[in-house]
Structures are given as C-alpha cells and as structure tokens.
C-alpha cells in the first residue's frame, strides 16, 4: 500500500502522482515504442487498429462519460474525417494539412449536429445523432463525384514533403503519436475548467448553470471535441484500410463504438483505450475460440454477435464501470491484501443519513 | 444602507396558477433576510425567478443598481450571485475538490488553447483557483472530505458541500434554500454559525428560505412571509410570528 504524504498543490495537479505510475507509464510507452520490432506483423497491424480506435474512443468518452450526451452516430464523424482524408491526400495535400482538415471538418459536423443537442437529451439525442449518422452514410452513399459512391475509394498512402509512410512501421508510429498527443490533450484538458465544466454538465444542468457555466456553448465544444477526434481517427482509419465505402460507417459501427467505451469503462479515460482493446481482440479471440468449440456451437451463424451481446449485458449487470472498473478493484484488491471485503465499492444509500448519527 | 437586491412587484404565472403574485421586497447590504412560508407559498419559485430559471410574467429585479432580468441565467454567477439548492444539485460522480473547483468557473481565465496544451498559465490558474477553493474548505472545515467522491458522502455533508460550492464563487449575495432541511439539531447549529460567519467574515448577504423558526430568530434580520403567492408579514423575526395572518397560513382559523 502506498501513501502518498502531499505537501504542494502542484501533486494534485500533475499527470503523473507518484513514481509507480511513472515506472509503469514509462514502460508502456517503452513497450510500445518497441512494439514493431517485439510484434509480428499482423499483430503490429490489430495494434495499429486499437490505438485508432483509441483515439475514436476518447473522442466519444470526451462526450458520453464526461459530459453527458449519448451518440449513436459517432461513425459518421468517423467517416466524415476518413473522406475528408482520403479526398484531400487524393488532391495531394500533404499529411498535416489533411489531418487537420479531417479534423476541422468533423469538428465543424459536431456542431452542427451538437445543435439539437441543446434541446433534447438523452435518448432523444441518442436518436437525433442516429438519425444523423443515416444522412451521412446516405450521403456518403450519393455523392459518387467525391466519395466514389457505394463503389467505394481508394485512398492513397499517407504522404508528407516527400515523406512515405506506406509501410507498417512508420505509419505504426503515426498512429502511435496521434494517440499519445490526443491523450494528454484529453487529460489535460480534463484537469482544467473546460473539463470540469463537462462534468458539471454531466451530472446537473441546472447547477452547472447557475455556477456561471453556458450550457449550449460547452454542450457544442464538447461535440466539436469529439467529432474532431473521430475525424483524426477516422483519417488514419482511411490509410489504415486503403478503402472506403459507406456501409464501414453504418449504425454497426456506431453501435461498436459505443460498446466499446462501456466495456472499456464510461467516465474514464483508460476505458478508452481498454474498450479498443476488447473491440480489437474479441473477433480474434472468437476465430481461435471456433476451431476448439464443437463445430454445431462454433460454426453456428451469429457466434460474434451472440458473444458482444453476452459481454454487454454481463458488464451492465455485474461491472457497470467496465473494464477500467475491474481493474480499480483488482488493484485495491492486491495493494491492500488480505484486508478487501465485498462491497468496497458498493454505492452506500447514504440519502437522508446524517454524519454523527451513524 | 443601500438595497443590494430590490424585488419591485414581481409575479408569475405557471398556466392558471399565481406561483408569485406581486411580491416586493428590499435585501439590504450585508443582511439575513429569510423567505418563510407554508409548502407551495411560491417561496423557492422566486429563488428560481432570481437566478433566471423562470423568467417572470411582470415585475422588476435589480441587483446591484442594474435589471437581473436582461441577463441570462449562466451570467448570474458572474454578478455576483451564488445560490444552493432544496434537494442538493451537486455532481455526485465528482470529489468534493472537483465540486468545489466547478465553484470557480466564474474566476476562470484560461482559454482553450492553453488548457489542451496545460501551459505555464493554466497552471498557475490551476494552484490559484484551489488556493482560493482551500480558503473555503478551512472556514466550512470540510478538510477530511476532500477527496471523497459526494455520492458516497452522507446527507449533512452533502448539505455543506453545497455550501462551500457557493462561496467559491465568492459570491456577494447567497441564496440558501432550506439550509437546514435533514439535518441534525447539531449540524443545524452548525448552519446557523456558518450563516452568521459568513455575513461578519466574509460581508455576504444573504437570502434564504427555511422552515426551522429556531435557526430563522437566531441567524435573521427580517422576515418575509408568504403564501399562496402572495406577502403576508415583512417584518423582525418576532414581528412576524405574532403577525395573525402567519398564525392562519399555519395553523388555520382560530376556532
């Protein structure tokens, strides 16, 4: 057990608390920097996949965990960066330009569906932003002189001045830097104002406001936030892929990304990346999983649907906070061995209870 | 003395129903001017009329020489305004610093840009605003509290919390809602002294609603009573209890 004796405010503030995080942070990012010489290729690519996820993932935590608003037609901004992308780096702009246009131009779709947003919420928003999400890939769909139509497009590899990055590796590290970057924005960004504006949202309108914070402008950032980061994920999602056509952005991927930031843990950044990880990992893990099962049970249709909607429902029961919530309990569980009980966790029903009368 | 907040003949109306029908009453500077009243005399529809949750259907409010009603409801913070709720509002899944921090959104100074990339500014704002939300935590004593997350913390905490998330705001005028509604004799005590603290200490006024008589005579300056919309006594707390008109709203006809 560790106890961490503060003497500045500044131990609150920084990202890093104590060395224990630094010694395991740092060899992670160690561990990932190493990865393409430690992982095949085909593992190097699943790893590639999860941190573009990662990266759709925080954009969609930013929203959902943090402020509150449930979309579910975050593959739309996802697609609106991988067409921005693919039509740009196709008129030969190089990388940066046409990463951040992808960006711009998804941030600038979230607040136009972010508007609605101001008037419903909850399930409502969850069906406007799907209704949304329909016009997009519709869209995506009719408009054959840009995006190639239910035809699909090819996009180009990933160019900047004279730059290549069509192999594994260097677009591995792209990849990599984008999500460390996004990362720390998000964190950042969660320990300033801004962020705690979105909690505040998240958790009561109604003192959110009257605590100085204007609900329709940080509703409306917090859309632009996330689209913007779908549209960056969705930018390498199109050189990682070399091909896109509509029906990548249907309501399946949205309902994907859902499921993954409630399995990887709503309210927290980790569950981001770890819902990427189960997204990634469970279809592999279904395909190994078949050749063991009996062939009745293992070569039945709908195996991997069967198998998302059991972990779904199986994590809404029993681990509401997802993996990231197993994980804080796993932890406690070793650092103050052998003094856990049941129901550390557990919510006390304190309403109405007073301090000194317990 | 000067009228910090002055209500000039303020009414609503939710369809056929008189919520608030012409009240008029001056706050003074540095008062404890208390709102009393039988459930649904509309005394928390005009704490929600003053921070802009309702807009009324006639009257006046000013608040510091200037109309509160031209503004928009998340500007009043800014003026100077801090309010706590009947059935606590705070954000249950946040610590009790995060709580508090959200308090200072008004003071805040850093911009987007500096806050995605935490510059050098952003963090000094940061030790800044928790220096300041520290102040708050020493007068209301909620150190032990700190990082406790409010959903697991117990009501009469909670109730504090609250408290100290409006002084964060470093409010001039605080609007309490049922301050001591579910406490205890010990910590409505407690509230009774953090009321008079707060108006010697810290020179805010102080507006609130509360249904204990005991904490009414001891922290109030004047009274207000209402029902049915409608002012019935303005007066010292022993002025209006006497008043018959509260004695009726109350307890009925005398027989």
């Known amino acids: 057990m560790r106890f961490l004796f503060k003497t500045s405010y500044l131990q609150d503030i920084r990202l890093v608390k104590h060395g224990g995080q630094a010694f395991w942070y740092g060899a992670l990012v160690l561990a990932l920097l190493a990865a393409p010489w430690l992982a095949s290729e085909y593992w190097l690519a699943q790893l590639t996949f999860v941190l573009i996820y990662g990266v759709v993932g925080l954009g969609l935590m930013l929203l959902s965990g943090f402020t509150g608003l449930f979309s579910l037609g975050h593959a739309a901004f996802l697609g609106v960066g991988a067409y921005t992308e693919a039509v740009l780096a196709g008129a030969g702009w190089p990388f940066p330009a046409s990463f951040a246009a992808a960006a711009l131009v998804a941030a600038a779709t979230g607040v136009v569906v972010g508007l609605p947003a101001l008037r419903v919420r909850g399930i409502y928003l969850a069906i406007a932003t799907l209704a949304f999400a329909f016009i997009v890939v519709e869209v995506f769909a009719r408009w054959e002189s840009v995006t190639g139509g239910n035809a699909g497009k090819q996009v180009q590899a990933l160019r900047a001045f004279g730059w290549r990055a069509d192999a594994d590796v260097p677009f591995y590290f792209v990849c990599l830097a984008v999500a460390m970057l996004a990362t720390l924005a998000i964190l950042n960004l969660l320990r300033s104002p801004t962020g705690r504006a979105f909690v505040a949202i998240r958790d009561s309108e109604v003192s959110a406001q009257s605590l100085g914070i204007h609900l329709a402008r940080t509703k409306t950032l917090s859309f632009a936030i996330s689209a913007a980061l779908a549209g960056l994920g969705g930018?390498?999602?199109?050189?990682?892929?070399?091909?896109?056509?509509?029906?990548?952005?249907?309501?399946?991927?949205?309902?994907?990304?859902?499921?993954?930031?409630?399995?990887?843990?709503?309210?927290?950044?980790?569950?981001?990346?770890?819902?990427?990880?189960?997204?990634?990992?469970?279809?592999q893990a279904i395909a190994i999983a078949k050749d063991v099962l009996p062939p009745a049970l293992g070569q039945a249709p709908g195996l991997q649907g069967t198998v998302y909607g059991l972990v779904l429902i199986g994590f809404v029961l029993f681990e509401p906070l997802g993996l990231y919530g197993r994980w804080l309990k796993l932890r406690t569980y070793l650092q103050i061995f052998p003094f856990y009980r049941r129901g550390m966790f557990r919510r006390q029903k304190s309403f109405l209870k007073s301090d000194r009368l317990r | 003395m000067t009228a910090l907040l002055s209500v000039n003949d303020l009414s609503v109306r939710f369809g056929g129903v008189r919520a608030v029908d012409g009240v008029s009453f001056?706050?003074?500077?540095?008062?404890?001017?208390?709102?009393?009243?039988?459930?649904?005399?509309?005394?928390?529809?005009?704490?929600?009329?003053?921070?802009?949750?309702?807009?009324?259907?006639?009257?006046?409010?000013?608040?510091?020489?200037?109309?509160?009603?031209?503004?928009?409801?998340?500007?009043?913070?800014?003026?100077?305004?801090a309010r706590t709720f009947q059935n606590i509002e705070l954000f249950e899944n946040a610590t009790v610093l995060q709580n508090l921090l959200i308090g200072r959104h008004t003071h805040r100074r850093t911009g987007l840009a500096s806050e995605l990339f935490f510059t050098a500014k952003a963090r000094a704002a940061e030790v800044a605003a928790r220096e300041a939300v520290e102040r708050v935590i020493e007068l209301l004593e909620l150190q032990h509290h700190r990082d406790a997350v409010v959903a697991s913390l117990p009501y009469g905490a909670r109730k504090v919390v609250e408290l100290a998330r409006a002084l964060c705001t470093e409010p001039k005028l605080i609007l309490l809602d049922e301050p001591s509604s579910g406490l205890n004799v010990e910590e409505s005590d407690d509230m009774a002294f953090w009321i008079d603290d707060m108006r010697r200490e810290l020179g805010i006024t102080v507006l609130m609603v509360e249904h204990d008589m005991t904490l009414v005579s001891k922290v109030s300056d004047r009274v207000l009573a209402m029902n049915h919309g409608q002012m019935l006594a303005l007066g010292s707390p022993a002025e209006v209890q006497r008043h018959p008109g509260v004695v009726e709203a109350y307890l009925g006809e005398p027989a």
């Open chain 1, 235 to 283: 930018a390498l999602y199109a050189h990682k892929l070399k091909f896109l056509s509509p029906d990548q952005f249907d309501i399946l991927q949205s309902i994907d990304l859902l499921l993954m930031i409630v399995i990887g843990g709503i309210g927290s950044v980790h569950g981001a990346f770890l819902g990427a990880i189960f997204l990634i990992t469970m279809p």
């Open chain 2, 26 to 81: 001056d706050v003074e500077q540095g008062e404890v001017f208390t709102l009393i009243g039988p459930n649904g005399a509309g005394k928390t529809t005009v704490f929600n009329l003053i921070s802009r949750l309702y807009t009324p259907s006639a009257g006046r409010i000013v608040f510091a020489g200037a109309p509160l009603l031209d503004r928009a409801p998340h500007e009043i913070a800014g003026l100077g305004i």
